[in-house]
């Protein structure tokens, strides 16, 4: 008994007698591009700001539409619209030398996509350009390509750059992260959306290299949303933030239930899809 109590203090079984096995193998590419990104997010001084948001006029008015319209597209349009007020929501920190601010003159959204590749549960990043200039039809389309469409063709560039060595793959990533050109914001974005309410769960802090990351927790039953704001503290302050959670929920109460309202029955539905990028 004693031999098996000294067994199992250094390890080598259980206290039932059977032998404890560890296991290894190598990070697939997909996980190891994740670690990347989620070790450069970590060099980001982040700080939540959360608000509780009143979206019972739009919970009613997406259920009143004749088209489905997710969460993630209300979202997206309502904080691009957002951002179209305020630069500081399109800007991004160049390290170097001397440390600059870049600005890009339109939003690019960045919204991380679960979907099952090869029996393995894979991160994707889809990104979206100037989602303020699209109907919440068009992004909504453009989320269900990024859910159905073959992986090797929409995310083509991300698959390639997973297929580079590691020091190569994280030195275009911080290439990236520190460029002025506004392929900075194609590749990258200039926002970010993540998001588990459509699984009953929230992740309030998530890794990202975007200046801003949105999201959003599942709506309580009086229609009652906790929306978090991770920010660049080298980029904005508290305050700012909050101001900005309060704009986005009065543009969701406003411009986004007047468009979908457009979309009921009794609305003028003049709405098109066009084919996203």
């Known amino acids: 008994m004693v031999r098996r109590i000294v067994q199992f203090i250094n390890g080598h079984c259980s206290m039932s007698g059977e032998p404890i096995r560890v296991s290894r193998q190598l990070l697939s590419k997909a996980r190891a591009c994740v670690s990347d990104i989620a070790s450069l997010s970590q060099k980001i001084p982040f700080f939540p700001v959360e608000r509780v948001m009143d979206l019972g006029p739009v919970a009613f008015a997406r259920v009143s539409a004749s088209s489905r319209i997710g969460w993630a597209a209300i979202f997206l349009k309502a904080y691009a619209l957002v951002a179209r007020r305020h630069p500081v929501l399109r800007s991004w920190y160049v390290s ?6 870049a600005t890009c003159s339109a939003s690019v959204a960045t919204l991380a996509v679960n979907r099952m590749e090869n029996g393995e549960d894979r991160l994707w ?5 100037q989602p303020d200039q699209k109907s919440l039809l068009e992004i909504q389309a453009f989320i269900t390509q990024c859910t159905t469409r073959p992986t090797e063709e929409f995310f083509k560039r991300q698959l390639q750059l997973e297929m580079l060595p590691r020091m190569l793959r994280r030195f275009i990533l911080r290439w990236n992260m520190n ?14 959306l993540s998001t588990l309410a459509g699984f009953n769960a929230t992740n309030r802090l998530h890794p990202t290299i975007c200046t801003t ?6 709506l309580d039953s009086d229609k009652r949303c906790i929306v978090t704001l991770l920010a660049d503290h ?3 302050d508290g305050v700012l933030s909050a101001r900005v959670l309060q704009e ?4 969701l109460c406003r411009d ?3 468009e979908l309202q457009c979309l009921s029955p009794d609305g003028d539905n003049t709405s098109t ?5």
Do not use: N, Q
């Not at 170097?96 to 601010?101: L, N």
């Not at 914001?185 to 200039?190: D, F, H, Q, Y």
């Not at 990351?213 to 599942?218: F, K």
């Open 125 to 129: 990043f889809a990104r979206l350009e």
């Open 256 to 258: 986004v239930v007047s």
């Open 234 to 236: 080298r980029i904005l």
């Open 273 to 277: 899809i066009r084919e996203s990028p």
């Open 96 to 101: 170097g030398f001397m440390s600059h601010v």
């Open 179 to 192: 460029s002025f050109s506004e392929k900075r914001a194609t590749r990258i974005g200039t926002f970010s």
């Open 213 to 218: 990351s949105l999201s959003y927790a599942p």
């Open 248 to 251: 986005l929920e009065e543009i």
